[in-house]
């Protein structure tokens, strides 16, 4: 199983007057560049066999511009992705084939502990993402047993992926 993580982009500040977190949107800045990041996404990985997200807005949103930069997937809720447990998200994923790519969207700092769970460390604090920054990890036994990154990017690469003609030609493959 490969799964991909992705921290949803930048949103309107926690504590927005007459907005509540679960419903804060993304802002536009955060629109247009993760947009950018996610063609760069596309353009080094195919696309996942499931896209799941948190059901906070801007999760929701993220998830979109990535379903759209990947084409024909859709994203699903998974409920897990805004609980912040690590346990539950593991859960989730187990029941998808070994075979299957599965990109999460979801929120910090959950996503570094479960970056950190997948790779068998204690250390979430040092395996922080970025807002729309995006890790790729191998667990060829599945989600009881830790696997291996195969690469964690900030969203500034990814935008420069995207916006850079030729540039991933070498690097796609199967994640």
């Not at 991909?4 to 802002?27: C, K, M, Q, S, Y």
């Not at 500034?156 to 916006?163: E, I, K, M």
């Amino acid at each position: 199983m490969k799964v991909v993580l992705i921290r949803h982009a930048a949103a309107v500040p926690r504590g927005t007057p007459g907005v509540l977190d679960n419903e804060r949107p993304l802002t536009s800045s955060g629109k247009v560049k993760f947009r950018a990041a996610a063609r760069g996404l596309a353009r080094i990985m195919p696309s996942p066999n499931v896209l799941l997200t948190s059901p906070r807005a801007r999760a929701q949103e993220t998830a979109e511009i990535a379903a759209q930069a990947f084409k024909n997937i859709e994203p699903g809720i998974e409920r897990a992705l805004a609980e912040e447990s690590v346990d539950d998200i593991l859960s989730a994923l187990k029941s998808h084939p070994l075979d299957s790519t599965v990109a999460l969207v979801g929120h910090e700092p959950t996503l570094g502990a479960v970056l950190a769970r997948m790779l068998g460390s204690a250390q979430a604090e040092r395996l922080a993402f970025k807002k729309g920054g995006v890790a790729v990890v191998d667990l060829p036994e599945g989600p009881a047993t830790p696997g291996r990154l195969i690469w964690f990017l900030d969203p500034h690469v990814l935008r420069t992926l995207a916006n850079r003609p030729g540039i991933a030609s070498g690097l796609r493959r199967d994640p």
